[in-house]
């Protein structure tokens, strides 16, 4: 597609529901990135994708989120008994490559998908 | 760890003003520096970055910015604010030389651009 592209755009769950969240990137893309935005804060770094390969998961918060990737494409990060502190914005994004400072190596943002948890 | 710090929450200009938003990092090892910017209900869209060599970084939209490593500085600049301008704004590093380029991002600074 045009651009990342994320569904649901707006969620609410109640609490200790699970949820989950989908990201299809731009076509090609090699790296996929997750990220949880709190209201009032900057994005936080979740987890990374190489392709399928899952290489950082060191922002995700605590045992019940969980990412995957499975084909290397369309990405699902997933959200386990749902607490009121997971009420965020998760920003999915993509870019073409994975090497650092390529200076066309731009990273794609979706419209993110508004977690509520009640 | 890298930080990233955006002293203003919010800045209201009038229109045809100029504008900076202020940004400082703490890093021990080098970074990459990007600006973004944030209209309401939509994603992140990249101003401009600096990677290397000129300090002086041109971006979409009039925007510029001009890396100061000695004061660790990054601040926005626009020299004429226009209304369309209004939207929310964030400065993030990446370290240099890591596999992927992992942002960590300021709070934010929301520009409100007035009539």
Known sequence: GAGVSQSPRYKVAKRGQDVALRCDPISGHVSLFWYQQALGQGPEFLTYFQNEAQLDKSGLPSDRFFAERPEGSVSTLKIQRTQQEDSAVYLCASSLESLVGRAGNTIYFGEGSWLTVV | ?115
């Open chain 2, 1 to 115: 760890a890298q930080s990233v710090t955006q002293l203003d929450s919010q800045v209201p200009v009038f229109e045809e003003a100029p504008v900076e938003l202020r940004c400082n990092y703490s890093s021990s090892v080098s970074v990459y520096l990007f600006w973004y910017v944030q209209y309401p209900n939509q994603g992140l869209q990249l101003l401009l970055k600096y990677l290397s060599g000129s300090t002086l970084v041109k971006g979409i939209n009039g925007f510029e910015a001009e890396f100061n490593k000695s004061q660790t500085s990054f601040h926005l600049r626009k020299p004429s604010a226009h209304i369309s301008d209004t939207a929310e704004y964030f400065c993030a590093v990446s370290r240099v030389n890591t596999g992927f380029q992992k942002l960590v991002f300021g709070t934010g600074t929301r520009l409100l651009v007035s009539p």
